[in-house]
């Protein structure tokens, strides 16, 4: 079976490897005779529940370092804005409705990617849904990146996570595709200097892993992060509140 990432560059798969989330429990609710009015409360705050399960889905996708780089609450701003492309009808919850919402969704608002980041990262849609095309031209880290000070190393990660649909049944909810939900694509480079000169550019294929193609009701969504370090002593630090990361496509 092939990788589920190609790197053609001088950067290295990552040695995370792909991996397959646990999935959430089925999630029920109760009703009893309600009002139109009411009903249509309910129906809303159902809805927020649902994005709320599919926030922690992507939050779980995220390694260590990652979630540390977000801010606080960013968990339940992130389901917030996905709540909002939700219809209030009742049919299927899709997290694909929240597209406008969610592309460059800023996990730290205090270090946006957007201001801090100038170079460029275009992405093309693979062969088929779940599989995307990441390419990053040559670049300068010290000019082109917000660099912290006493940062001497960065890496450029990101991850493609898969989010089923859910369906309404009565007064049930449960994921549409619970095969395909919540799974994750890995890439990150290796240990990256911060210098004066341009980097090699980059290409690389994310997939959602053991899936030859991804269904109509399964949505895709791409984060993208730098991470910045401190070496010294003979040892790498983490720097999480300078790191940056935001969505950067719903498919």
Same mark, same amino acid.
């Given at each position: 079976?092939?990788? !589920?990432?190609?790197?053609? +560059?001088?950067?290295?798969?990552?040695?995370?490897?792909?991996?397959?989330?646990?999935?959430?429990?089925?999630?029920?609710?109760?009703?009893?005779?309600?009002?139109?009015?009411?009903?249509?409360?309910?129906?809303?705050?159902?809805?927020?529940?649902?994005?709320?399960?599919?926030?922690?889905?992507? $939050?779980?996708?995220?390694?260590?370092? /990652?979630?540390? /780089?977000?801010?606080?609450?960013?968990?339940?701003?992130?389901?917030? %804005?996905?709540?909002?492309?939700?219809?209030?009808?009742?049919?299927?919850?899709?997290?694909?409705?929240?597209?406008?919402?969610?592309?460059?969704?800023?996990?730290?608002?205090?270090?946006?990617?957007?201001?801090?980041?100038?170079?460029?990262?275009?992405?093309?849609?693979?062969?088929?849904?779940?599989?995307?095309?990441?390419?990053?031209?040559?670049?300068?880290?010290?000019?082109?990146?917000?660099?912290? +000070?006493?940062?001497?190393?960065?890496?450029?990660?990101?991850?493609?996570?898969?989010?089923?649909?859910?369906?309404?049944?009565? !007064?049930?909810?449960?994921?549409?595709?619970?095969?395909?939900?919540?799974?994750?694509?890995?890439?990150?480079?290796? %240990?990256?200097?911060?210098?004066?000169?341009?980097?090699?550019?980059?290409?690389?294929?994310?997939?959602?892993?053991?899936?030859?193609?991804?269904?109509?009701?399964?949505?895709?969504?791409?984060? /993208?992060?730098?991470?910045?370090?401190?070496?010294?002593?003979?040892?790498?630090? $983490?720097?999480?509140?300078?790191?940056?990361?935001?969505?950067?496509?719903?498919?």
């Amino acid at each position: 079976m092939s990788r !589920n990432l190609e790197l053609r +560059s001088t950067f290295q798969f990552s040695g995370e490897g792909l991996g397959t989330l646990a999935q959430p429990q089925e999630t029920r609710f109760s009703s009893t005779s309600q009002s139109p009015a009411e009903t249509k409360e309910s129906i809303t705050k159902n809805n927020f529940g649902i994005a709320t399960l599919i926030s922690k889905a992507i $939050f779980n996708s995220l390694d260590e370092e /990652m979630r540390v /780089m977000a801010e606080s609450y960013s968990s339940k701003r992130l389901a917030s %804005m996905i709540n909002k492309g939700f219809p209030t009808k009742e049919s299927p919850l899709s997290m694909g409705d929240s597209k406008e919402e969610l592309e460059h969704f800023e996990f730290n608002t205090e270090n946006p990617f957007e201001s801090g980041v100038t170079s460029k990262f275009c992405l093309r849609e693979g062969a088929h849904k779940g599989h995307m095309i990441l390419h990053v031209p040559a670049f300068i880290p010290e000019k082109e990146l917000k660099i912290p +000070s006493d940062a001497t190393n960065f890496k450029i990660c990101a991850r493609l996570i898969s989010i089923s649909n859910f369906e309404r049944n009565g !007064n049930q909810v449960s994921i549409s595709n619970k095969v395909q939900h919540a799974k994750v694509g890995i890439y990150e480079t290796t %240990m990256l200097p911060v210098l004066r000169i341009p980097t090699q550019p980059l290409t690389a294929q994310l997939s959602i892993p053991g899936v030859a193609a991804v269904h109509d009701d399964v949505s895709t969504l791409l984060v /993208m992060g730098i991470k910045f370090y401190s070496y010294k002593n003979s040892k790498f630090s $983490f720097m999480p509140e300078s790191g940056m990361m935001k969505i950067m496509a719903v498919h």
